[in-house]
């Protein structure tokens, strides 16, 4: 369960439903008019401005988004972005301001104005990319706090999500954002992620038998651990998913689910209640840098996916085509984390997300 924001963009403001993303740099907003009711109207904001072809931003010398610019017919600056997930989002580049209130509001900053998306609601482009939200309003840390999903609740929670200081952080456990010089211009290192250093997985007492070299990018940058709160599950390289698969068989593969692959990328599934099936597993830790765990409840190890299935929720990072180690949002649920971007670390803090924080 992604984590929604609305912010109030364009002047006079209108509401925008955006899904915090900080695994990306774009943020864009829905500008078609096919939900009227949700859809950004330019016509009616006076801050409004689309950028040209011949914009800086619009030629840059390297790209910034995973597919390169172009000249629209009409000589305005066309984008097209491809996530990990395959979803496409494209339309223009334009400027435009986010207003908090009548005193506050950020200069105008480049967004995508999509007229073609998978999505329903736009994304706020979270990573530390020149282009990102965060880089150009300048926050210097922001956090979020997303509730356990409610498959069946009439009333979804909603989570928290402030950007600056949060009242909660003398209780949160920091972890520095790693950089790695070498590796900043391989083929599969994204520079622009917030890079943690994990450095073992337990279930239950057992810690599995992972070399922690497979949690740090390699020569040609596979092999980067990131924090991604734009990416549903977490997503590991073989050699340590292998082991996870391998322990998690032991203790509960009598209940185990054979050939049973949820939305193509969860393959290690169980028929049953997903606390039940927790409970024969145990808690799943994740030992990141500075002593600092991240502790998954055996009641969030699987995810019910319907009719009495439940799916572990870690995938092969292969399956993505991104060799990379991705802790995603459904292991980031009832917790703090906070991104310290002028201080280069990560912290976390245990909550119930599901309250109004």
């Avoid at 006076?46 to 840059?60: A, E, G, Q, W």
């Avoid at 356990?148 to 003398?170: C, D, E, V, W």
């Avoid at 009641?299 to 009719?307: N, P």
Wanted: charged content about 20%; aromatic content about 10%.
């Amino acid at each position: 369960m992604a984590l929604v924001v609305s912010l109030p963009i364009g002047t006079p403001p209108q509401a925008q439903q955006m899904v915090l993303d900080t695994g990306s740099q774009l943020s864009w907003i829905q500008c078609h008019n096919k939900t009227p009711t949700a859809s950004f109207d330019p016509s009616l904001s006076s801050s409004f401005s689309i950028l040209p072809c011949n914009h800086p931003i619009c030629k840059p010398r390297v790209p910034d988004f995973t597919l390169p610019t172009t000249c629209d017919q009409n000589r305005l600056c066309h984008y097209s972005y491809f996530y990990a997930d395959g979803t496409l989002a494209e339309g223009n580049l334009v400027r435009e301001k986010i207003t908090f209130s009548r005193y506050q509001s950020t200069p105008p900053i480049t967004l995508g104005c999509a007229t073609a998306s998978d999505e329903a609601e736009g994304i706020l482009g979270m990573n530390l990319g020149r282009l990102s939200f965060a880089s150009q309003a300048k926050i210097s840390k922001f956090s979020y706090c997303t509730p356990t999903r409610q498959n069946n609740a009439k009333i979804k929670p909603s989570g928290a999500f402030y950007l600056g200081q949060n009242p909660y952080s003398k209780t949160f456990k920091y972890v520095d954002i790693l950089t790695f010089p070498n590796s900043q211009h391989s083929p599969n290192f994204d520079p622009y992620a917030y890079t943690l250093g994990l450095n073992g997985i337990r279930i239950g007492a057992k810690r599995l038998n992972i070399s922690r070299s497979v949690f740090r990018p390699d020569a040609g940058g596979s092999g980067q651990t990131l924090i991604d709160s734009g990416t549903e599950y977490t997503y590991l390289v073989d050699e340590a998913y292998k082991k996870i698969r391998e322990e998690i068989l032991r203790l509960a593969g009598s209940r185990y689910k054979k050939g049973y692959v949820y939305r193509g990328s969860l393959d290690l599934c169980f028929q049953g209640n997903a606390m039940e099936i927790g409970r024969l597993i145990g808690n799943m830790v994740f030992e990141l840098d500075k002593g600092v765990e991240v502790v998954i409840g055996k009641e969030r190890v699987l995810d019910d996916v319907g009719r009495g299935i439940s799916c572990l929720g870690i995938g092969r990072s292969e399956g993505l085509g991104v060799p990379s180690n991705i802790i995603g949002n459904f292991h980031q649920q009832n917790q703090w984390v906070e991104f310290d971007i002028v201080n280069r670390r990560v912290g976390f803090g245990v909550a119930d997300c599901s309250r109004s924080v």
